[in-house]
């Protein structure tokens, strides 16, 4: 039998859905406690008091209490007001949770992720291209849960050259390509783009390419079977 726990933290709200006749049922992202998995009971009801403050993006102080993989949600404030995310940046946003959610094991913490989420969230909401902080957490994404990518060196040790031409394999890195053909394969990228991706330098529109390309297969590599429907409905808003 699962020992009972009970805390105070600082959370973010990932997913929000109905739960019974009244109640919700809520996956959040806490500081020191990691994913979380909260009831949060009569929520629904038309006198709570929780109905417009249990909402994704914005921090919140919450108590909770109970046993095993859910926890009964006892009390729940802002933590404070900071720009949010809005407009078409809501699907980003999203993509984010489902990231968290579909990566992270529930009472595993990473506070270092926790930091980096938070900031992202800020600069969706304030960056006037969403891109930049989109690729910079899922490159911290990748670091914090130890499937970090190699970008200055190749599978071999050596320093990448901004001129070379390398095929990335996921459990090695990037891999020379000898004989290199007149256009890049799909999955091969000069060293200038890794490079730059790896100093988180997107000004180039190339870099910026080859980071969506590279960022994508890494995380589908980790993802394995599972899809991200907020993938679907960035990749439409791209056309």
């Known amino acids: 039998m699962s020992a009972a726990t009970d805390g ?6 990932l997913q929000v859905r109905p739960y019974q006749e009244t109640s919700l049922l809520i996956e959040a992202f806490g500081r020191t406690h990691g994913r ?3 009831v949060a009971r009569g929520a629904r009801r038309p006198r709570s008091a929780w109905r417009s ?4 993006f914005r921090p919140l102080v919450v108590g909770f209490a109970g046993r095993g993989a859910l926890q009964t949600l006892r009390s729940a404030e802002s933590a404070g007001a900071v720009a949010t995310p809005s407009g078409d940046r809501i699907v980003t946003a999203f993509y984010l949770n489902e990231l968290l959610l579909a990566l992270l094991r529930r009472g595993d913490p990473h506070a270092g992720l926790f930091d980096r989420y938070g900031h992202a969230l800020v600069e969706l909401a304030t960056e006037a291209d969403p891109e930049p902080p989109l690729r910079r957490f899922e490159l911290g994404l990748l670091q914090e849960l130890g499937y970090g990518l190699a970008l200055d060196h190749d599978a071999g040790g050596s320093p990448l050259e901004p001129d070379g031409r390398y095929r990335y394999v996921p459990e090695h890195g990037p891999v020379a390509v000898r004989e290199p053909d007149l256009a890049p394969a799909p999955g091969e990228y000069s060293g200038r783009e890794l490079l730059g991706i790896g100093r988180g330098d997107f000004a180039d529109a190339g870099v ?3 980071a969506r390309q590279l960022l994508r297969a890494a995380v589908s590599h980790h993802l394995g079977d599972r899809a991200l429907r907020t993938r679907a409905v960035l990749a439409a808003m791209r056309r």
Do not use: T
Request: aromatic fraction near 6%; hydrophobic fraction near 55%.
């Open 36 to 38: 979380l998995g909260l």
């Open 208 to 210: 910026r390419r080859a």
């Open 8 to 13: 105070l933290e600082v959370a973010y709200l």
């Open 53 to 56: 403050l249990l909402q994704p």
